[in-house]
Structures are given as structure tokens and as C-alpha cells.
């Protein structure tokens, strides 16, 4: 199940809460192929371990990004 997932360009962007372990079957049934994670904390090396095209820019939480 993947938490608060949502898509901003029909099949092309989606945004979502932080990725878990368990994500990786559901984001690849959606045909998600990359991820990029804007969380403090960077997501599972699970992603990339599956495969998936990933990038980290750290925001702190509840900050605006610079």
C-alpha cells in the first residue's frame, strides 16, 4: 500500500509520503521507474537495490526549501 500516493501528471508524476521497504512492488505495479526523494532522511536502499533511478535533496522538515 503506498501512503498518500497520488498523481500530479496522469501516469507520467506522482508524489507520495515517504517510500517504506514494502513500496517497491506497489510503485513498479504503478509503473513509477524513479524516484526522487526531497525527505530529511534518505528513503530505503531498497529502491535502488530493486533497480529504480533515485535521487536525494535532502529538505529539512517543515522547512521551506532554498
Known amino acids: 500500500m503506498l501512503r498518500n500516493f ?3 501528471l496522469s501516469g507520467r ?3 507520495m ?3 517504506q ?8 505495479a ?3 521507474r524513479a524516484v526522487l526523494s526531497l525527505t530529511e532522511r534518505a528513503p530505503s536502499p531498497s529502491l535502488a537495490d530493486a ?3 533515485h535521487h536525494h535533496e535532502p529538505i529539512y522538515d517543515f ?3 532554498t
Open 6 to 8: 497520488g498523481w500530479i
Open 13 to 15: 508524476l506522482a508524489g
Open 17 to 19: 509520503a515517504y517510500p
Open 21 to 28: 521497504e514494502d513500496a517497491v512492488a506497489a510503485l513498479r
Open 30 to 32: 504503478h509503473g513509477i
Open 51 to 53: 533497480g529504480f533511478a
Open 63 to 65: 522547512a521551506a526549501p
